[in-house]
């Protein structure tokens, strides 16, 4: 395949950035007002597994722009705190980018963050308490910035598991917030809508909540981002859909390791 762009956008899919809408409404198209995760984030609902994504687009019953990122989540001490540790590896047509956080066991508040390009790492960040520390490397040269975090926001990268943390059988609507180093403070609402069967190639099949993902833009609109098929027993995020419907999608599901 020589054309990647859908790829790509696939593999960001899942740590979209916004910025922050201060006073803005997270009410859900469906007006129910949402619990803050913080409120019923349960991390022992996150176990240590491993396993591989393989995303693509869909459009009239063809699947092209195959690509497959690798994510990895355990549990690691980082300087004396007890962390959720996520590593992400996409690979690319030329390169490999990388990309690990840790973020504090309890509270899922971010600890630490870097990024690497192929064997450079490109940026890393320290966090305590509300501020920032953020190092970015080119040409073997570290500049350094410090910034002062609004909320409490958690890290992109560990989406996944933000949302397994929440039991929708009981919060059926959820906001929270989600940052990467170096870009703007994103905003979301999760919103239990339905039950569906999703049952892998094998046969294999998944009981799942079906969770509708809404954005809130720079003017504190809603717009609806795609859906995530959940599911029941684990809270693991089976599958993704841009879209529910007929036309052209941008899609990722699971691949079971371990």
Known sequence: MKNYPAAIKLIIISCWILPVVPG?????LTGINPIQLHDVLNVSRIKNSHYKLVMYSEH???IRDMAITDRHIERQIYNS????????????????????????????????????KNDTMTRKAVFRGNEMTVSDFENDIESKSVHTIPGKPYFSHSFSELVQSNDFSKTKVITFETLTPGRPIGRFVAERTGEKEFVMAEGKAFLCWLVKFTRIDQEGKSSI??????????GQVIMYKSDLGPGKVYAYQQMFLQ
């Open 81 to 116: 705190i007890l962390c959720l540790k996520v590593t992400e590896i996409n690979t690319m047509p030329g390169s490999t980018t990388k990309t690990i956080v840790y973020a504090d066991q309890k509270t899922l508040a971010p600890v630490y963050y870097e990024s690497w």
């Open 60 to 62: 009239k019953d063809t």
């Open 24 to 28: 803005s409404s997270q009410k859900p």
């Open 225 to 234: 981002v795609g859906y995530r098929f959940i599911d029941k027993v684990s």
